[in-house]
């Protein structure tokens, strides 16, 4: 390329260079103009002026039965079931036979043992005698005794393992699982029945990180549950976690109520109300009110009542109360929040009331 058509090229792109920048620069003016603009415009919002009140309210939350006491059931020896006595759902009493192995090995070691016990026992009285009259020396005398203290012990383990063939309830409940049938063979120590105690239940609930520590012991609780009908049952507050679930962030509670009719099962769903009692100098807004931005933090709309501009304050959030929403942070007595119109402003947007 010659050293005039550079020159010309050059002349040819700088005053479109300049056109561009023009018009860019007035783009962004205009784009700034018309933001302005939004902003000065009035929008027509309705506000509400913040109170603090005392309040007597209450927690709801959704419940489930569980049993105050559940007890594993196995065998101390293994070995094939030949007889299961219960099934689901049925209350037996503190003794009550459950279930059986074959006995038939236990019971022949326990024959053998009982015999060795009574040759020695039948050894130990004849030479006694001779003993006794200073015939019989002492170191065969201690083994006599010696070997009778063994076929007792012995035939004790071997008793004791004839007995754990048998299962029996350690105290009265209800048979809430079966895990086995006739004919499996049963482990040590692994559970073929679960017993349940009902006479008094757990309500469990799931209690939020935020209202967590309002919970002590012995708080009262009204409790409805669908599946019996529209009686309310009455319970305290009776254990409270302290390990969150690591995915819902909650807290387990549990509330004891007494069932002595028996009515209230493990697995019925509940609505619970915890009443907190009164509370001075409560915050609470229209939930309608609040609003989370893309950080993840709720916050609502503040206008100074002077310059008439809407303001941005991020708000920490506490429990729903009457229907409302509890402030804990954020906002105070007498600032003046929008509650309906937010939709339409912006963070120092103009608004009118």
């Not at 920048?21 to 027509?44: A, D, F, R, V």
């Not at 009778?148 to 004791?160: C, D, F, G, M, V």
């Not at 679930?245 to 209230?264: E, F, M, P």
């Not at 009457?322 to 339409?344: A, C, H, P, T, V």
Request: glycine share 6%; proline share 3%; net charge positive.
């Amino acid at each position: 390329m010659t050293k005039n058509k550079l020159i010309i090229r050059i002349k040819w792109l700088l005053p479109m260079a300049l056109i561009l920048l023009t018009q860019s620069c007035q783009t962004k003016e205009k784009h700034e103009n018309s933001k302005t603009s939004y902003k000065n415009k009035l929008i027509k919002v309705t506000v509400q002026k913040v109170n603090t009140d005392e309040l007597n309210y209450s927690l709801s939350y959704n419940g489930t039965i569980t049993p105050t006491i559940t007890t594993p059931l196995s065998f101390l020896l293994s070995g094939t079931i030949t007889n299961i006595f219960v099934e689901e759902g049925d209350f037996v009493k503190k003794g009550k036979i459950l279930a059986k192995l074959d006995e038939s090995a236990y019971r022949s070691a326990f024959e053998s043992t009982a015999a060795t016990e009574k040759q020695a026992q039948d050894a130990y009285n004849r030479l006694k005698t001779v003993y006794d009259k200073g015939s019989l020396p002492e170191i065969k005398w201690q083994e006599i005794t010696a070997k009778l203290q063994q076929a007792k012990s012995l035939n004790k383990i071997a008793y004791q393992n004839l007995s754990n063939t048998i299962l029996k309830a350690p105290s009265n409940g209800y048979i809430g699982k079966r895990n086995v049938e006739i004919g499996e063979l049963a482990i040590t120590g692994i559970p073929i029945l679960n017993l349940v105690s009902i006479n008094d239940v757990y309500v469990k609930i799931a209690v939020p990180e935020n209202e967590i520590n309002r919970f002590n012991k012995g708080i009262s609780a009204d409790i409805i549950i669908p599946a019996i009908g529209s009686e309310h049952f009455k319970g305290k507050v009776d254990k409270i976690g302290v390990i969150a679930n690591t995915v819902s962030k909650t807290y387990d509670v549990k509330i004891k109520v007494a069932n002595k009719k028996g009515v209230i099962k493990p697995g019925m769903a509940c609505d619970v109300t915890i009443i907190m009692g009164s509370k001075e100098d409560m915050i609470t807004i229209p939930y309608q009110s609040i609003t989370k931005d893309e950080d993840g933090e709720n916050y609502v709309f503040t206008v100074d009542p002077n310059s008439k501009v809407a303001s941005k304050q991020v708000v920490q959030l506490g429990s729903f109360v009457n229907n409302k929403i509890e402030i804990i942070s954020g906002i105070s007595r007498g600032d003046l929040i929008i509650i309906d119109g937010k939709q339409k402003i912006t963070d120092q947007q103009k608004v009118t009331f």
